[in-house]
C-alpha cells in the first residue's frame, strides 16, 4: 500500500516536472531582441511576423495588409474608438506595416505610461476583434490607398516596375492589393490569415530603451500564449531578364516622364561577399538623395535633367524626409534599380544617359583611386543608421529574417574589406545594362514609342546649362544603342491597373 502510495506520488511529480519543462519550453522558444537604454525613459516595441503581402492567397491580393490594419480597429477589450482615445491621452502610438515577407507591429510610450501602454499593445496582437463594422471601413480606406498609388506617379513607377519584374511570382502585385481583391474581404479571411500567420514560430519581438527584466520575462509570458504553428510560405521562380524591355504607362498630364530601370539580383545582403562590394559600388554610382553618386552627377549636375537620380541595390523605402534606410523591410529576393524623373522632352535621352552610366560602371568600374572615398563615407555614415535604440532594433531584427548575424556589428569591418578586384568582379557578374526592365509613365505612348524609334534624340537645356559645353560627351550619348525593338514595348493605360 505504502508502494503504491510513493509510486502515484512521484508519477504525480515527474508529471508535473513534465508539463512544467514543456511550459518552460514553450516560453524560452519565443525570442526577444534588445536593445537597452536606460538614459533616455522611452520604451519601443517591435514585432516582425514573417509574413506579408506575398502570403496572399490567390485572388485575396492585399490580404496581409487588411489583416494587420485590422488588428488597431478593435479588440476584445477595447473599441477602435477606445483605443485611440488613450493612445492620444498617453501621447503614444501603434503602428503596422506590411511589406512582400514581412508584417511589423510597433508601438512607443514613454516609461512612466508603460504600465497603462503595454496592455493596449498586447491585446492589439494578441486580442484582436475584427469587428464587422470595421472590416467595411478598413476596405474603403485600403480602396483609397490603391488610388493614392495610382496617383503619386514616383512611387507608381516603382511598383510597376517591381509588378514586371515579379510577374507570376508572389512578389507580383502590391502590398495593398487591386480594388476587386479588396471587395472580396470577409471577416473569416482575416480571422483566417490571423490564425495561421501570427504564431509563435513565426515571429520575433524587440524591445529597446529603457527596459528591464521584468517588461521582458512580461512579454515573453504573455506572447508565449500564441498558438504554435508552422507558416508554409508560397514559393515562386523569379524569371531572368533577356535583353532590354519597355513598358508604358499612359497617364495623362505628365510633365515629367518618371522613370524606373531594373532587374533582379540573385543576391541579399545575406550574401556578404557580393552585396557588400556591391553596396559601396552603389554608393559611387547612386546613392539616394546624395549629390556626389555618377547619377546625380550627370543627370542633374551637368545637365539639370531631374531633381534627382538614384540607383539601389536592394528595395529601398526611405525613413521620413532623411537619408536614412528604413529598417524592416527584408526581402528573400531583390532587385538592382534606378529611379529618376526628367521633363517628357528629355526622356529619350535620359534614357541613354542613365543605360550609359550604367554600361560604363560594369565596364570600367569604380576607379581604384576613389574607392576608399566611398568606403570611408559608407562607414562614416553607418552610425547614423543605428543612432536611436529603435534604429537599431530594427536593423537587428532584420538580422533575425536574413540569418546574417553580426551585420550591425561587423558594418564597419566587412566595408573596409572591400577590394577594388571585389568591387569590378561583382559589377560584371551580378549587374547587367543589357538585361534590364525599363517602366516610364508617359502622357502617350504612341507619341513616345515614334520618338524613341525615330533618328533624333532631342535634349532641350534649362536656363543655366552650357549645352555648347556638353555636345562632345552629349553627341555620345546620342549615339547610344537603346537596343529596343518594337516587340519589346508594351503599354498599358493607368486606368487598367490594380484593378
Given at each position: 500500500?505504502r508502494?503504491?502510495?510513493?509510486?502515484i506520488i512521484?508519477l504525480?511529480?515527474?508529471?508535473?516536472?513534465?508539463v512544467?519543462s514543456?511550459n518552460?519550453?514553450?516560453?524560452?522558444?519565443?525570442?526577444?531582441?534588445q536593445?537597452?537604454?536606460?538614459?533616455?525613459?522611452?520604451?519601443?516595441?517591435r514585432v516582425?511576423?514573417f509574413s506579408?503581402s506575398a502570403?496572399d492567397?490567390?485572388?485575396?491580393?492585399g490580404?496581409?495588409?487588411?489583416a494587420?490594419?485590422?488588428?488597431?480597429?478593435?479588440?476584445q477589450?477595447?473599441?477602435?474608438?477606445q483605443?485611440e482615445e488613450?493612445l492620444d491621452f498617453?501621447s503614444?502610438?501603434?503602428?503596422?506595416s506590411?511589406?512582400?515577407q514581412v508584417?511589423?507591429?510597433s508601438?512607443?510610450?514613454l516609461?512612466?505610461?508603460?504600465?497603462?501602454f503595454?496592455?493596449l499593445?498586447?491585446?492589439?496582437?494578441?486580442?484582436?476583434?475584427f469587428?464587422?463594422k470595421?472590416?467595411e471601413k478598413?476596405?474603403?480606406e485600403q480602396?483609397?490607398?490603391?488610388?493614392?498609388?495610382?496617383?503619386d506617379d514616383?512611387?507608381l513607377?516603382?511598383e510597376?516596375?517591381?509588378?514586371?519584374i515579379?510577374?507570376?511570382?508572389?512578389y507580383?502585385?502590391?502590398?495593398?492589393?487591386?480594388?476587386s481583391s479588396?471587395?472580396s474581404?470577409t471577416k473569416?479571411?482575416?480571422?483566417?490569415?490571423y490564425?495561421?500567420?501570427?504564431?509563435?514560430d513565426?515571429?520575433?519581438?524587440?524591445l529597446?530603451?529603457?527596459?528591464?527584466e521584468?517588461?521582458?520575462?512580461?512579454?515573453?509570458?504573455?506572447?508565449s500564449?500564441?498558438?504554435?504553428?508552422?507558416?508554409v510560405?508560397?514559393?515562386?521562380?523569379v524569371?531572368p531578364l533577356?535583353?532590354?524591355?519597355l513598358?508604358?504607362?499612359?497617364k495623362?498630364g505628365?510633365?515629367?516622364?518618371?522613370?524606373?530601370?531594373?532587374?533582379?539580383v540573385s543576391?541579399?545582403?545575406?550574401?556578404?561577399?557580393?552585396f557588400?562590394?556591391?553596396?559601396?559600388?552603389n554608393?559611387y554610382f547612386?546613392k539616394?538623395?546624395e549629390?556626389?553618386?555618377?547619377?546625380?552627377?550627370?543627370?542633374?549636375?551637368?545637365?539639370?535633367?531631374?531633381y534627382?537620380?538614384?540607383?539601389y541595390?536592394?528595395?529601398?523605402?526611405?525613413a521620413?524626409?532623411?537619408n536614412l534606410?528604413s529598417?524592416?523591410?527584408?526581402r528573400r529576393?531583390?532587385y538592382?534599380?534606378i529611379?529618376?524623373?526628367?521633363k517628357?522632352?528629355?526622356?529619350?535621352?535620359?534614357?541613354?544617359?542613365?543605360?550609359?552610366?550604367?554600361?560604363?560602371?560594369v565596364?570600367?568600374?569604380v576607379?581604384?583611386?576613389?574607392?576608399?572615398?566611398?568606403k570611408?563615407?559608407?562607414?562614416?555614415?553607418?552610425p547614423?543608421?543605428?543612432?536611436t535604440?529603435?534604429?537599431?532594433?530594427?536593423l537587428?531584427?532584420?538580422e533575425?529574417?536574413y540569418?546574417n548575424?553580426?551585420?550591425?556589428?561587423?558594418f564597419?569591418?566587412?566595408?573596409?574589406?572591400v577590394?577594388?578586384?571585389?568591387?569590378?568582379?561583382?559589377l560584371k557578374?551580378?549587374?547587367?545594362?543589357?538585361?534590364i526592365?525599363i517602366?516610364?509613365?508617359v502622357?502617350n505612348?504612341?507619341?513616345?514609342?515614334?520618338?524613341?524609334f525615330?533618328?533624333?534624340?532631342?535634349i532641350e537645356?534649362?536656363s543655366?546649362?552650357?549645352?555648347?559645353?556638353?555636345?562632345?560627351?552629349?553627341?555620345?550619348i546620342?549615339?547610344?544603342?537603346?537596343?529596343?525593338?518594337p516587340?519589346d514595348?508594351?503599354?498599358?493605360?493607368?486606368?487598367e491597373?490594380f484593378k
Open positions: 500500500m508502494n503504491t502510495g510513493l509510486k512521484l504525480s511529480l515527474i508529471c508535473l516536472s513534465l512544467f514543456v518552460c519550453s514553450k516560453i524560452q522558444k519565443l525570442k526577444i531582441i536593445v537597452k537604454k536606460t538614459e533616455i525613459p522611452v520604451v519601443n516595441f516582425m511576423v506579408g502570403d492567397p490567390k485572388g485575396k491580393e490580404l496581409a495588409y487588411f494587420s490594419s485590422m488588428l488597431k480597429k478593435g479588440t477589450s477595447y473599441s477602435r474608438e483605443l488613450l498617453l503614444a502610438r501603434i503602428d503596422v506590411v511589406d512582400k508584417i511589423v507591429v508601438g512607443t510610450t516609461k512612466e505610461n508603460l504600465d497603462k503595454y496592455p499593445f498586447s491585446e492589439v496582437l494578441l486580442r484582436p476583434s469587428p464587422q470595421e472590416i478598413q476596405k474603403k480602396e483609397d490607398g490603391v488610388n493614392m498609388l495610382l496617383q514616383g512611387e513607377v516603382k510597376c516596375l517591381q509588378d514586371y515579379y510577374k507570376d511570382h508572389p507580383g502585385h502590391p502590398v495593398v492589393g487591386s480594388s479588396i471587395k474581404f473569416q479571411d482575416v480571422q483566417d490569415f490564425n495561421t500567420h501570427f504564431v509563435k513565426n515571429l520575433v519581438i524587440g529597446a530603451g529603457d527596459i528591464d521584468n517588461l521582458v520575462e512580461k512579454v515573453r509570458k504573455d506572447f500564449t500564441l498558438k504554435e504553428g508552422k507558416v510560405h508560397p514559393e515562386g521562380t524569371q533577356k535583353g532590354r524591355k513598358l508604358l504607362v499612359e495623362e505628365r510633365g515629367q516622364t518618371q522613370f524606373c530601370f531594373g532587374h533582379p543576391f541579399t545582403r545575406k550574401d556578404e561577399k557580393m557588400f562590394p556591391l553596396y559601396v559600388a554608393t547612386g539616394h538623395r549629390s556626389f553618386g555618377v547619377l546625380f552627377q550627370t543627370v542633374r549636375t551637368a545637365h539639370g535633367l531631374s534627382g537620380a538614384y540607383s541595390i536592394e528595395y529601398f523605402r526611405q521620413g524626409w532623411s534606410t529598417p524592416n523591410i527584408p529576393e531583390q538592382f534599380s529611379w529618376t524623373y526628367p517628357s522632352i528629355n526622356g529619350k535621352f535620359t534614357m541613354k544617359l542613365v543605360l550609359k552610366d550604367l554600361t560604363d560602371l565596364e570600367a568600374g576607379p581604384k583611386e576613389e574607392l576608399e572615398r566611398y570611408n563615407f559608407e562607414i562614416n555614415h553607418f547614423f543608421e543605428i543612432q535604440p529603435q534604429r537599431k532594433l530594427g537587428l531584427l532584420d533575425e529574417f540569418g548575424y553580426g551585420f550591425v556589428d561587423n564597419e569591418k566587412n566595408v573596409k574589406g577590394s577594388s578586384d571585389q568591387v569590378n568582379s561583382n557578374k551580378y549587374i547587367f545594362p543589357d538585361d526592365a517602366v516610364a509613365i502622357s505612348a504612341d507619341d513616345f514609342k515614334k520618338e524613341l525615330s533618328d533624333q534624340t532631342v537645356y534649362p543655366g546649362v552650357d549645352g555648347a559645353s556638353l555636345k562632345e560627351g552629349d553627341d555620345k546620342k549615339a547610344f544603342d537603346l537596343k529596343i525593338k516587340e514595348v508594351s503599354v498599358v493605360k493607368v486606368s491597373l
